[in-house]
């Protein structure tokens, strides 16, 4: 069963920086691709960014590209979103998810607030 | 980007009826290496996590009651809820991963009546 537990989220003034992590564990997590998506209060959920297994391929939402940047260290089963330059508008909750058939999963998420 | 739009917005039907949502792409997600449909819909109760209910349109995901079917191909595609339970009672999201960006729909409450 696929487990993965975000951690890092917090409260960060506009312009400030956090690194998020995500710890995997239940499944083979170095053959897949991973995927950080978010979801603001009240709203829907919206993807961010992906990484492929090996961690040479990451796509971004344009709404961070530049800003975030996704990681991956396959020895220690574990995701990560470097995010600088953050903005009010990207307070929310942050999920660590596989979306692949046959390992899919979404962690409970980690908050990070925007505010100063 | 691909622009899912889920209707209704807001659904109440009564326990035991059944419940219907749909989700239409601004394009096609059938992916012609496979013939599939790149779409699946979630159930997002509060303060938890999406959870999977379907893949490829129509698969149930393992553990998903049988009353959850998923149809619909190219670009128009229907959640049913057979017999509404009380536990069904949450916000639908339909999501394409036939091309990123990743999109999801805007979500459909579903309530009973």
């Known amino acids: 069963e696929v487990q993965l537990v975000e951690s890092g989220g917090g409260l960060v003034q506009p312009g400030g920086s956090l690194r998020l992590s995500c710890a995997a564990s239940?499944?083979?997590?170095?053959?897949?691709?991973m995927h950080w998506v978010r979801q603001a209060p009240g709203k829907g959920p919206v993807w961010v960014s992906r990484?492929?297994?090996?961690?040479?391929?990451?796509n971004y939402a344009e709404s961070v590209k530049g800003r975030f940047t996704i990681s991956r260290d396959n020895a220690k089963n574990t995701l990560y979103l470097q995010m600088n330059s953050l903005r009010a508008e990207d307070t929310a909750v942050y999920y660590c998810?596989?979306?692949?058939?046959?390992?899919?999963?979404w962690g409970q998420g980690t908050l990070v607030t925007v505010s100063s | 980007d691909i622009v899912m739009t889920q209707s209704p917005d807001s659904l109440a039907v009564s326990l035991g009826e059944r419940a219907t949502i749909n989700c239409k792409s601004s394009?096609?997600?059938?992916?012609?290496?496979?013939?599939?449909?790149?779409l699946v819909w979630y159930q997002q109760k509060p303060g938890q996590p999406p959870k999977l209910l379907i893949y490829?349109?129509?698969t149930r995901e393992s553990g998903v009651p049988d009353r959850f079917s998923g149809s619909g191909s190219g670009t128009d595609f229907t959640l049913t809820i057979s017999s509404l339970q009380a536990e069904d009672v949450a916000v639908y999201y339909c999501?394409?991963?036939?091309?990123?960006?990743?999109?999801f729909g805007q979500g459909t409450r579903l309530e009973i009546k």
């Open positions: 999501q394409q991963y036939y091309s990123i960006p990743i999109t």
């Open positions: 998810a596989s979306l692949n058939e046959g390992a899919t999963g």
């Open positions: 239940g499944f083979t997590f170095s053959r897949y691709w």
């Open positions: 490829w349109a129509s």
């Open positions: 990484i492929n297994s090996d961690g040479n391929y990451p």
């Open positions: 394009q096609s997600v059938l992916y012609s290496s496979n013939n599939k449909n790149c």
